[in-house]
């Protein structure tokens, strides 16, 4: 389905049953931002792979806890609850989930949006490395910097338990579930966003000389580019794995209109 391609309700009838793939301020805030607009004309269900993950649940949206263990699961869940639209929301960087949903989709004739941020981009003075796995990274910094900071989240921070050369800022919004011994180097659990002045104090503060992260995009979480920049501090940036081949979207006005379209 292209970007400009409006869908087709199933039901017109009644209110359009839309499923909501999340995680992330971005799943959420679609989910009210929905509600605002199409009021009892639009029936939200909000669905987590974990609780802990998502930051203030917008209220009155019931939200289902998977986790799912493959398409049949998300298809049996379209069928079941007359889903009309599927919208992916969750992290850039959930290559699996995004798979499935869209392959759920698919199987189910079911339109799915794809919503995701505008990339990151480098700007003139910006030293960007790029990569795109976090074994790359881990690899890369093995031969830049000997203090780093390193805000990739929480799924894959092994790949970097075995640099011991270099003194490690490891930065998460909460504890893995598997941590690992830094050999040097601290831990620091906090959610963002972070302001760039805040971003300049910590990377002074620890004497951090590269910043490893990942091509999230928007604007929230932006603070440590600028912060670089601005400190002249190289960045190792692991970017995003290809979209999936569905609807895309890149800001909540597109979505919005998307639906407005369909509703016509």
Not at 46 to 67: N, Q
Not at 123 to 132: A, E, F, H, I, K
Not at 185 to 201: A, C
Not at 233 to 260: F, H
Request: hydrophobic share 40%; aromatic share 6%.
């Amino acid at each position: 389905m292209s970007d400009s391609t409006p869908f087709r309700r199933n039901h017109p009838t009644r209110p359009l049953h839309v499923l909501i793939f999340g995680g992330t301020r971005d799943a959420n805030t679609i989910a009210r931002r929905l509600r605002e607009e199409f009021g009892q004309n639009i029936r939200l269900q909000l669905s987590l792979s974990e609780r802990d993950r998502a930051p203030r649940l917008p209220k009155g949206v019931p939200v289902r806890i998977g986790p799912f263990d493959g398409p049949e699961d998300i298809i049996a869940l379209i069928g079941a609850d007359r889903i009309d639209l599927v919208i992916d929301a969750t992290d850039s960087f959930a290559t699996k989930i995004s798979q499935c949903v869209a392959q759920a989709c698919q199987a189910a004739l079911t339109p799915c949006i794809q919503f995701r941020r505008p990339a990151w981009r480098p700007g003139p003075d910006d030293n960007w490395t790029s990569v795109y796995s976090m074994e790359e990274a881990a690899k890369a910094l093995r031969h830049r910097g000997s203090r780093a900071l390193v805000a990739v989240g929480r799924q894959e921070l092994d790949r970097f338990g075995d640099l011991p050369d270099i003194w490690l800022l490891v930065r998460t919004v909460e504890a893995p579930k598997h941590t690992f011994d830094i050999a040097r180097g601290d831990w620091l659990f906090v959610r963002g966003p972070f302001s760039v002045e805040g971003e300049i104090e910590l990377l002074e503060r620890h004497g951090i000389d590269i910043i490893v992260c990942k091509n999230n995009g928007g604007t929230a979480n932006q603070g440590k580019l600028v912060a670089a920049r601005r400190l002249k501090i190289p960045v190792i940036m692991v970017e995003r794995p290809a979209m999936q081949p569905v609807d895309q979207a890149q800001d909540i006005g597109q979505v919005v209109e998307k639906i407005r379209v369909s509703m016509a």
